[in-house]
Nanobody
Framework: VQLQASGGGLVQAGRSLRLSCAASGTPSLIIINTATWFRQAPGKQREWVATITNGGRTSYVESLKERFIISGDNPQRMRTVYLQMNMLRPEDTANYFC??????????????WGQGTQVTVSS
């Protein structure tokens, strides 16, 4: 199973971006049980951003819940998780990466990490 994060880029403050974290691999039956977005800025510790469970339950770090929204492509059989980031600020600049607990028909459940996608917000 691979987790592929995408959607980062350079944007001006106040704009939006949507990040994606997609699970792929074999066998084809893959379900994300729980997925979490983290971010890490240069020189800072990794920060938890948001989590979603299969079924759609979400949780957020308090400081971001008014601007960021985590969602999945299918509430019962998630394979892709999104992070909609609105009203971006320069302090949101960081490498964003996802971690997921993924179930496959062949191997049961295990934890995987994506490679990260860079978000840079200019003032």
């Amino acid at each position: 199973v691979q987790l592929q994060a995408s959607g980062g880029g350079l944007v001006q403050a106040g704009r939006s971006l949507r990040l994606s974290c997609a699970a792929s691999g074999t066998p084809s039956l893959i379900i994300i049980n729980t997925a979490t977005w983290f971010r890490q800025a240069p020189g800072k510790q990794r920060e938890w951003v948001a989590t979603i469970t299969n079924g759609g339950r979400t949780s957020y770090v308090e400081s971001l819940k008014e601007r960021f929204i985590i969602s999945g492509d299918n509430p019962q059989r998630m394979r892709t998780v999104y992070l909609q980031m609105n009203m971006l600020r320069p302090e949101d600049t960081a490498n964003y990466f996802c971690e997921a607990n993924v179930w496959t028909a062949a191997g049961g459940s295990a934890d995987y990490w994506g490679q990260g996608t860079q978000v840079t917000v200019s003032s």
